[in-house]
């Protein structure tokens, strides 16, 4: 048995690994928590689209040594070397955070020394949709280096889903809970798939706050920002659920 003591960093972002890993994770959540605070070395996160991998890069930093100073982070990484370049300059002493795209293209290995280099005084979170996108990116050698972390699709995680939408209630203040649902609608929540991950998650949340809140379709996509009544329709249809949302089954 190991035991970790916690700093406040950890205590505070630890239920973010948590959430976004579940306990059943290749990696637990504990393990990526003590590679965070010890800097550990250079992580690849993989994932699906939605599975929240930008928040969990930062909430890495935000317990690692380096959370004295922001994380450098970019949604695109620049085409020109000098620019890529430049990103390792510019993340001296911190955390480079960098997204790995789809499109296959590998890194300029001028851009791929420097971010490696231990001198450079750089660590590198790179999120990626898997470790082939990675591989490509990066180069077998460099991915070799990097401790792996992936993260499962909520469809894979049907058991959680209650408490993983309990939360996103709490952080509403919103006072009913998935068990205040009819059971039909706690069933349909447990059987649908999730294809959106945690971005559809919120979206249901979203929804389900805003209805049981303003009483009725209209007035929920209103508040939602929704151009029509029958787009949130449709996405309570889509996973399934029915009214009236809460309450005891007939």
Request: glycine share 8%; aromatic share 6%.
């Amino acid at each position: 048995m190991t035991f970790v003591c916690l700093n406040d960093e950890m205590r505070r972002h630890r239920p973010t690994l948590f959430e976004i890993l579940g306990p059943g994770a290749p990696r637990s959540p504990d393990w990526v928590m003590v590679q965070a605070a010890t800097d550990s070395g250079p992580l690849l996160i993989t994932g699906e689209a939605g599975c929240d991998l930008a928040r969990l890069a930062r909430a890495i930093h935000a317990m690692s040594l380096r959370r004295a100073q922001m994380p450098v982070e970019v949604a695109t990484v620049p085409a020109e070397v000098a620019a890529q370049v430049a990103l390792v300059q510019q993340a001296f002493q911190t955390s480079l955070i960098l997204p790995l795209g789809d499109d296959g293209a590998s890194f300029d290995p001028q851009f791929t020394s420097k971010m490696y280099n231990v001198r450079s005084g750089v660590r590198l979170i790179a999120r990626a949709s898997s470790p082939e996108i990675a591989r490509r990116a990066l180069t077998d050698a460099k991915l070799g280096l990097m401790q792996h972390v992936e993260v499962r699709s909520l469809g894979y995680r049907s058991g959680e889903i209650s408490k993983l939408l309990d939360r996103q209630f709490a952080e509403h203040a919103f006072q009913l809970r998935v068990a205040d649902l009819t059971c039909a609608n706690q069933d349909a929540l447990k059987r649908y798939h999730w294809p959106g991950n945690f971005d559809e998650l919120r979206e249901i949340a979203d929804a389900i706050i805003a209805h049981a809140t303003f009483g009725g379709l209209r007035p929920a996509a209103g508040s939602l920002g929704m151009s029509s009544h029958k787009k949130l329709a449709r996405r309570f249809e889509r996973v399934g659920l029915g009214f009236p949302l809460f309450g005891p089954d007939e």
